[in-house]
């Protein structure tokens, strides 16, 4: 790690804590020196100018976070880093991660100088690494692409940067010490720096020159890496929610049907589903940053306006929907919610049940529907011949059937009045006895489309609704609509 002199720690306490890992580093022939408080750190790390400052987090006279402020603000020692020593779940103002470290008290003697040595190492290496005139290469594994990016702009260096990892190749180039372009794939500018700055593997070589780039980025490096580093962690953070890069994206509404005042990048998003539906295809040809655009598709599928396909699954799979977005779209405006397409909602199918036997056959229908939500009813066993809840039918992320049981004799005709309210339509099993009164005041009064529904081969005039059999259900379910929205029509 080149001389022993040649690098200085400078540890600020008061609790006396690091006085064993200090005597540990003098042994190995660092420079190394302790203050108490805020003020003598402060002081000392300005005559000093040391490479690494060891500081707890509550720091007598000049905090630790006040402290590191001044020092970065001072040219002598605006490049110093920083180990914060605290409590579990601390934070310190102004803490950089790509250049500092923050360990949890209670600590071990062996963990801070691990910590410590580790620093200083991958800094010695970075260090020789672009201290060489000469073209040099190595291993990001070994060298950080963020140490080495700041060492070239400290040095002020000429260059093309060029990373590989696996089959994908990216550059960087610097002029003075300065990015002022980056390129992966077809994209360049900040967009593909931030790419790059997320490549934690791979090869590196670096070959000095002026660079033949146009001027794309202008942001000053640190600025540049710090966003950078803080749009990769935003994007960690939220991983478990978002779509895998070769998933495929479909539009749900049609685009005249969006609400008004979108944003602009929202707005090229929905533009660009026209054209392109894998995830890295859209990434590619927008031109706004990819963590803006993960964030929009995160939130376009939350509110149902798009959905997610993996490629695998539209070869295997061949399940029609059994409404399209279109039709859902002309249910909610028959029950006044034009404006509201993004909220979730839900209307009432209704199965006239005087017998038990029905709700049993109609469930184990159900449960031949991936869309088939149980209630609880359903899952305990508690179905009677009773109102009952049967569950959900569930069309898409914002719209569902709620499914319903209603008893069918004449003494029952009180109950069925409330639940005329969203109501999308009725199911009358056929075979069934005693289901006129029923069936007259749904149609006739109520003007709700009723269908007769059998679980056994019946007439002509019957959807017969096999185990399995989604394409009935899609028939019966397009009948309903129909009829549902004549008058919407007429």
Request: charged letters at 30%; glycine letters at 8%; aromatic letters at 6%.
């Amino acid at each position: 790690m080149g001389e022993p002199n040649s690098r200085k720690i400078l540890f600020a306490g008061a609790r006396g804590d690091f006085s064993a890992v200090a005597e540990s580093l003098l042994r190995r022939g660092f420079e190394v020196e302790s203050r108490v408080d805020g003020t003598q750190a402060l002081e000392r790390a300005l005559a000093l100018v040391p490479d690494l400052m060891v500081v707890d987090v509550d720091l007598p006279l000049i905090g630790a976070a006040r402290l590191a402020q001044i020092l970065r603000a001072n040219p002598r020692t605006d490049k110093l880093a920083f180990i914060f020593v605290g409590p579990e779940g601390g934070e310190v103002e102004g803490f950089r991660r790509h250049r500092d470290h923050y360990l949890v008290r209670p600590f071990n003697t062996e963990q801070v100088l691990s910590v410590t040595l580790g620093h200083l190492m991958r800094r010695e290496r970075t260090e020789q690494v672009t201290r060489q005139s000469k073209q040099v290469e190595g291993n990001l594994e070994q060298v950080s692409l963020t140490d080495m990016l700041q060492i070239f702009g400290h040095n002020r260096k000429d260059g093309t940067l060029t990373l590989e990892c696996d089959e994908r190749r990216g550059t960087i180039a610097l002029l003075e010490g300065g990015v002022i372009n980056a390129r992966v794939g077809r994209v360049e500018g900040e967009k593909a720096f931030f790419r790059l700055l997320s490549w934690e593997r791979g090869r590196f070589s670096f070959f000095p020159e002026i660079p033949d780039e146009e001027v794309r980025i202008t942001r000053p490096l640190e600025h540049l890496i710090m966003e950078g580093l803080r749009q990769i962690d935003e994007l960690n953070a939220v991983a478990a929610d978002l779509p895998s890069p070769d998933s495929l994206l479909f539009l749900k509404v049609p685009l005249e049907r969006l609400p008004r005042g979108l944003r602009p990048t929202t707005q090229e998003i929905l533009v660009l589903l026209e054209y392109y539906q894998r995830v890295e295809e859209i990434l590619d040809h927008c031109p706004r940053c990819d963590y803006d655009i993960w964030q929009i598709i995160r939130i376009l599928l939350e509110k149902g306006l798009v959905e997610e396909r993996r490629e695998e699954s539209l070869a295997t799979n061949d399940l029609t929907p059994l409404l399209h977005s279109d039709e859902i779209i002309l249910i909610k405006d028959h029950f006044g919610e034009r404006d509201t397409l993004l909220e979730g909602s839900t209307a009432k199918l209704i199965l006239l049940a005087p017998r038990g036997s029905d709700i049993q056959s109609f469930i184990r229908y159900l449960q031949s529907m991936p869309e088939y939500e149980p209630a609880a009813e359903v899952l305990n066993g508690a179905v009677t011949a009773g109102v009952c809840d049967l569950g959900l039918l569930r069309m898409g992320e914002t719209f569902a059937l709620r499914l319903l049981s209603l008893p069918a004799g004449e003494d029952a005709a009180p109950l069925w009045s409330p639940f005329c309210r969203r109501l999308f339509g009725v199911l009358s099993p056929a075979g069934t006895d005693n289901l006129d009164a029923a069936e007259s005041f749904f149609s006739k009064r109520s003007d709700v489309p009723l269908a007769r529904v059998a679980f056994v081969p019946e007439g002509e005039d019957t959807f017969f609704l096999a185990k399995g059999n989604r394409e009935e259900l899609r028939r019966l379910l397009v009948s309903l609509l129909t009829r549902l929205t004549q008058k919407d029509v007429s």
